[in-house]
């Protein structure tokens, strides 16, 4: 009888055990008569601060892109010039502005006083047509995020072939000296050495007949431009069209001609 009564007294252990059910209970009911009012104010809620979101509606601010040039060649002259401003109602915009070429992010940069400047180099041109355009983003959230209309700029991309014969034919008109690798004089193992070397960066034997051992004999019909003409004891860059850039000898330097040479032969590097 004695534990029947002390488990129905009030303040024994089994009352106090029934306590906290009885709270959970009546909180959950008074929840659901308040719409949850009463638990959302719980000591351990807690709201998600607000931030500041770029709606659809906020205005856009206007931007211009201009570029220096219209036509690249690699290796060739100067790259062309991006300049892209960003104001709204008079007054210039702060943000980041990303470069887009043919579709692909070359460069991020922050607007100082409105204003940007790209000049991205060769390598993130594609050959032939390339649309340019700039995306900027805003600071803070009173403006969108907006895009520039696009610029078109044509790039010509050498083959390895043209860029020796580029280099080749860029040290013409300099000296005959024998021995010497430049850059302002030559002899004609010295000049194919030094073509070879900074338009391919592929380094060749110092001798002539090394250079010819160095490489694969092709067919003169099959010869292309950037192949070397040897013979014994000269060597010469082929330019195509049955033409030659060599240094010839002294007096006369490194000169473009027509192939003089009986019989030479064509070496592939």
Same mark, same amino acid.
């Given at each position: ?11 024994? @252990?089994?009352?106090?055990? #029934? ?11 008074? &929840?659901?008569?308040?719409? &949850?009012?009463? /638990? $959302?104010? @719980?000591?351990?809620?807690? =709201?998600? %601060?607000?931030t500041a979101v770029k709606t659809a509606s906020a205005p856009a601010p206007r931007a211009t892109l201009s570029v220096s040039k219209h036509s690249i060649t690699a290796g060739q002259g100067t790259r062309p010039v991006y300049k892209v401003k960003v104001s709204h109602q008079g007054k210039a915009v702060s943000g980041k502005v990303r470069l887009r070429i043919s579709g692909k992010s070359v460069q991020v940069k922050t607007l100082r006083h409105g204003k940007a400047t790209f000049? %991205?180099?060769?390598?993130? +041109?594609?050959?032939? !047509?390339? =649309? ?9 959230? =009173? ?17 390895? *072939? ?13 000296? +005959? ?15 194919? !050495?030094?073509? +070879?070397?900074?338009?391919? *960066?592929?380094?060749?034997? #110092?001798?002539?007949?090394?250079? !010819?051992?160095? &490489?694969? $004999? ?7 431009? &950037? ?10 860059? +082929?330019?195509?069209?049955? !033409?030659?850039?060599? @240094? ?18 064509? /070496?592939?590097?």
């Open positions: 009888m004695s534990t029947s009564l002390d488990a129905a007294r009030p303040g024994t @252990a089994a009352a106090a055990a #029934r306590r906290p059910r009885r709270a959970i209970i009546a909180l959950a009911v008074a &929840g659901a008569l308040t719409g &949850g009012g009463l /638990i $959302a104010a @719980a000591p351990h809620a807690s =709201a998600a %601060p607000a000049s %991205p180099s060769s390598a993130h +041109y594609r050959n032939g !047509k390339n =649309a340019a355009r700039v995306v900027v983003n805003p600071s803070g959230s =009173a403006l969108r995020t907006t895009s520039t209309r696009t610029v078109g700029v044509k790039a010509v991309k050498l083959t390895r *072939g043209q860029k020796i014969v580029r280099v080749a034919q860029a040290q013409v008109g300099d000296r +005959y000296v024998y021995g010497a690798n430049g850059p302002n004089a030559f002899d004609c193992s010295g000049l194919t !050495k030094y073509v +070879y070397k900074k338009a391919t *960066g592929k380094t060749l034997p #110092r001798s002539s007949s090394a250079q !010819k051992n160095h &490489g694969k $004999a092709v067919s003169r019909k099959n010869a292309r431009p &950037g192949d070397l003409i040897w013979t014994p004891g000269h060597v010469a860059v +082929y330019v195509g069209n049955g !033409k030659q850039v060599e @240094a010839a000898r002294p007096g006369v330097g490194v000169v473009k001609r027509h192939i003089w040479q009986d019989n030479p032969r064509f /070496i592939r590097m």
